[in-house]
């Protein structure tokens, strides 16, 4: 079983900036994908940003440029850095983790942009 906690949301003016942390309960060393994603009310969730084991990372075309995804094997931790937010990026972002064929998600943490 892994767990998956996210933390770093909150409230932030358009422009601004915010870091997002998703801490895992094992080691994610061989954990080979983890990604962010984000569901804004009334909408479907979506993909965000990704990043593989030899560090590789991807990002949504609409936060290109703004977002960065990277992971701290050490402390079983990956971020999501966050700038230049827009009110369009208000959401709950989730963490998952894909161990073997399993993916698993952590509870979300809220992010709310205003104008």
């Known amino acids: 079983q892994v767990q998956l906690v996210e933390s770093g949301g909150g409230l932030v003016q358009a422009g601004g900036s915010l870091r997002l942390s998703c801490t895992v309960s094992?080691?994610?060393?061989?954990?080979?994908?983890m990604r962010w994603y984000r569901q804004a009310p009334g909408k479907e969730r979506e993909w965000v940003a990704g990043?593989?084991?030899?560090?590789?990372?991807n990002v949504a075309d609409s936060v290109q440029g703004r977002f960065t995804i990277s992971r701290d094997n050490a402390k079983n931790t990956v971020y999501l850095q966050m700038d230049s937010l827009k009110p369009e990026d208000t959401a709950i972002y989730y963490c998952?983790?894909?161990?073997?064929?399993?993916?698993?998600w952590g509870q979300g943490t809220q992010v709310t942009v205003s104008s």
């Open positions: 094992r080691s994610i060393f061989s954990i080979d994908t």
């Open positions: 990043i593989f084991s030899g560090s590789f990372t």
């Open positions: 998952a983790a894909l161990n073997g064929p399993v993916w698993y």
